[in-house]
């Protein structure tokens, strides 16, 4: 499985950025997916994602109201709608894949298996 994400970018305070991931080899459904973000100093933490054979999203409380993870009905392709962006949320964006990940565990970028190469978003104050 191969993951290349995209849609990165600098953007102002209150603006909105797209990103999207998409997987070569498997379709989403065989796994769970996520996306994480990754600061400079900091450790990797989740943002959004759906867990395997539920289509159910899960968000991290920082960025609910605010982010809309969705995927196309092929399901190659997850996106990330984020809006009214922070300045705390400049990252490294990735997108992940994993399987077999229990529900207490489907926030931690340990059980993950595949990541893609990450994605720069920047917001300006």
Do not use: H
Not at 1 to 22: D, F, I, K, N, Y
């Amino acid at each position: 499985v191969q993951l290349q994400a995209s849609g990165g970018g600098l953007v102002r305070a209150g603006g909105s950025l797209r990103l999207s991931c998409a997987a070569s080899g498997r379709a989403f459904s065989s796994y769970s997916m996520a996306w994480f973000r990754q600061a400079p100093g900091k450790e990797r933490e989740f943002v959004a994602g759906f867990r395997r054979g539920n289509s159910n999203p899960y968000y991290a409380d920082f960025v609910k109201g605010r982010f809309t993870i969705s995927r196309d009905n092929a399901g190659s392709t997850v996106y990330l709608q984020m809006n009214s962006l922070k300045p705390e949320d400049t990252a490294l964006y990735y997108c992940a894949l994993g399987s077999r990940i229990i529900l207490s565990e489907f926030r931690s970028p340990a059980r993950y298996d595949y990541w893609g190469q990450g994605t720069q978003v920047t917001v300006s104050s």
